[in-house]
């Protein structure tokens, strides 16, 4: 028998670490209740006695074993039944994936028999919704669905981000007693987020993992054969990169959008990177004073930027402290942009070297 759609997505599922699933029977799943069969002992299948079970027991599993918990049910119906489920999950901030069946492609908008619109029903609830409706776009759906579940190591990362931006930024304003006092307190909101984050198990298992993975990437990097990279193979990328960069300061100069300014910074990193390389081919060099002054500026462009992300509705700022954030964060961000920009275009030859090797367009 030829490989179906719903053989694929469990298959998928299991190489994501999905050993249980909690679901109802009903026509819009067929395909995958049929797959779960041919499967045999791949999955274990907790058939639930009301959809809305399905939705408690993920979230359940999930709070108890760090894992993702997954619910299987049909259409129409079925999938309204597992709100209250999923909203539980929301709250409670555990990774939950709900698989829901609809009915044929052919009859959606009829008004046929149980036909629900599903994706402005789960938009509140979810933070990704898609329908599939090629066997092409399994895959892909299944990988960034997964993803978006496993964000609790990235939350940590991020909350952790925060408050060291958090801290530079005060550093910077001991001469203005206002803004240092609402940066302080906004510092003691982000830091109890981290604290919390901190504590939930999910996060910390996920640490743990990630720090074995680095642990092996690191010893693997150690016998790369970093002796073999030629001094003429790394100035002609330096070169390169230089170019690069004296182009992207000219486009910034020209145009000033977010996305310029972006490429900017991606370049002075990749500069850096590059200098790091040299070091462990054993050709030390180092970047010069006027490139890292100027990878110091762009570091502190990059902190207001991430205060003022922080400034919308997911703030874990009090709304009086969030709006004089934004508005010292958007000031800066304007003044220090156009200080870096004027020294970054005096200093750069405004004809760039020629590249060492093809450009990409």
Request: hydrophobic fraction near 40%; charge should be positive.
């Amino acid at each position: 028998m030829a490989k179906t759609v719903g053989d694929f997505v469990l298959a998928r599922l299991r190489q994501w670490g999905v050993r249980r699933l909690f679901g109802y029977p009903g026509d819009g799943i067929n395909g995958l209740l049929s797959a779960l069969g041919r499967m045999e002992d791949a999955h274990d299948f907790v058939q639930v006695r009301h959809e809305e079970e399905a939705a408690f027991m993920a979230c359940g599993h999930a709070r108890f074993t760090g894992e993702v918990g997954v619910c299987l049910v049909t259409s129409g119906p079925g999938a309204i039944h597992l709100l209250n489920g999923l909203y539980d999950a929301k709250l409670d901030r555990q990774p939950v994936l709900a698989i829901v069946g609809q009915q044929p492609r052919a009859v959606l908008g009829g008004h046929y028999q149980q036909e629900v619109d599903l994706a402005n029903l789960m938009k509140d609830v979810a933070s990704f919704v898609q329908v599939c409706t090629a066997p092409e776009q399994a895959r892909h759906l299944i990988d960034r669905a997964m993803r978006k579940t496993n964000r609790s190591l990235s939350m940590l990362r991020d909350a952790q981000a925060l408050v060291d931006t958090l801290d530079r930024l005060r550093e910077k304003q001991h001469d203005h007693h206002a803004i240092h006092r609402t940066l302080e307190q906004a510092r003691e909101r982000a830091n109890d987020r981290r604290n919390a984050l901190a504590q939930d198990r999910a996060c910390l298992d996920q640490v743990l993992e990630a720090r074995a993975v680095l642990t092996t990437l690191r010893a693997a990097m150690t016998g790369l054969p970093w002796h073999a990279l030629s001094r003429d193979v790394l100035d002609a990328g330096l070169a390169h990169t230089t170019y690069r960069i004296v182009t992207c300061t000219a486009r910034v100069a020209d145009t000033g959008s977010e996305k310029d300014w972006h490429a900017w910074r991606r370049r002075l990193r990749r500069l850096s990177q590059q200098y790091r390389a040299r070091t462990a081919a054993g050709m030390p060099g180092d970047l010069s004073a006027f490139d890292k002054s100027l990878a110091d500026k762009m570091g502190h462009l990059q902190d207001l930027q991430v205060l003022l992300d922080y400034c919308g509705d997911d703030s874990p700022f009090d709304e009086s402290d969030r709006e004089a954030l934004k508005g010292f964060a958007q000031d800066q961000l304007h003044k220090q942009r156009r200080r870096l920009l004027s020294v970054a275009t005096a200093t750069h030859s405004t004809t760039p070297p020629g590249p060492q090797r093809p450009v990409r367009t």
